[in-house]
């Protein structure tokens, strides 16, 4: 691998456990400014405080989110977008570049594509574009990719994921994210089709934490790489304590019940 690339990869995961916790923040673009994200340096700081590896936003939030002080996070760049309103809300587009994220201090880029979408030729068409740009550049590229479409009946269905997983290994991502799947045997074969780190999105808001700790606790017990979590930890009622509780199970080997006792604390 570029040695750029790896020294990046270790600025979003850690070294040490080779896992990752992303707190993704670009859903103003999508869904507007919804709560968690007013503030931005409040959240990043927050998130950052807790322990997370990196965050993920948009090119021009970049600037909203800059501290110049507090504990260091990684940055993710995220380059496709598209909003509630569109008559396509499931059609993401290039908003971005490899070279604009470089300038506004990414460690990693990332492109969003929904398989099974009218529109999915051009979003794997700007995937690779993307693609070849970062490793050029020698700059990480995780890709999100879900199963969103006509002919799709259920996004989290095992073999949907899968696909959704092994299309973004074989068009070359670094790191994968999709959704889980429900169950540890299933997800293992999501994870066992890659030959790169798979992490967990997280969805719609969950009626607890103890559900979000199991579904995390359970996909490394699969095998996989960690978490790519938004609304779940941001919009939480202390995201400092969600994240150190996300901590202990992703890079401390915590059971669910003990990261539970960190929440309670």
Request: glycine content about 12%; some cysteine; proline content about 4%.
């Amino acid at each position: 691998m570029h040695i750029g690339k790896s020294i990046r990869l270790e600025r979003i995961f850690n070294r040490n456990t080779q896992r990752t916790i992303i707190v993704p923040l670009d859903h103003g673009v999508t869904i507007g400014p919804v709560y968690g994200l007013a503030d931005l340096r409040q959240t990043v700081n927050r998130v950052a405080e807790g322990g997370a590896n990196a965050v993920l936003m948009h090119k021009g939030l970049v600037r909203c989110g800059h501290r110049e002080e507090g504990k260091d996070v990684g940055l993710i760049v995220h380059l496709s977008a598209g909003t509630m309103h569109s008559p396509f809300p499931n059609t993401k587009t290039l908003v971005g570049t490899v070279e604009e994220a470089i300038r506004v201090g990414a460690d990693a880029v990332s492109v969003h594509v929904n398989l099974g979408d009218e529109t999915e030729s051009q979003m794997l068409y700007d995937f690779g574009k993307v693609g070849n740009a970062a490793n050029n550049w020698g700059l990480p590229l995780l890709a999100m990719i879900y199963g969103r479409g006509p002919k799709i009946k259920n996004s989290f269905d095992p073999e949907v994921v899968a696909h959704c997983a092994r299309a973004g290994v074989e068009l070359g991502a670094d790191v994968v994210k999709v959704n889980y799947t429900g169950d540890m045997e299933s997800f293992q074969k999501v994870v066992d089709s890659c030959c790169v780190p798979v992490v967990i999105a997280g969805g719609p808001k969950l009626d607890n934490r103890r559900d979000l700790v199991q579904i995390v606790h359970d996909s490394l017990e699969a095998g996989g790489a960690g978490l790519s979590v938004g609304r779940n930890v941001f919009q939480d009622e202390d995201p400092v304590k969600l994240v150190r509780a996300l901590h202990g199970v992703v890079h401390e080997d915590m059971s669910v019940d003990q990261a539970m006792g960190l929440l309670e604390n």
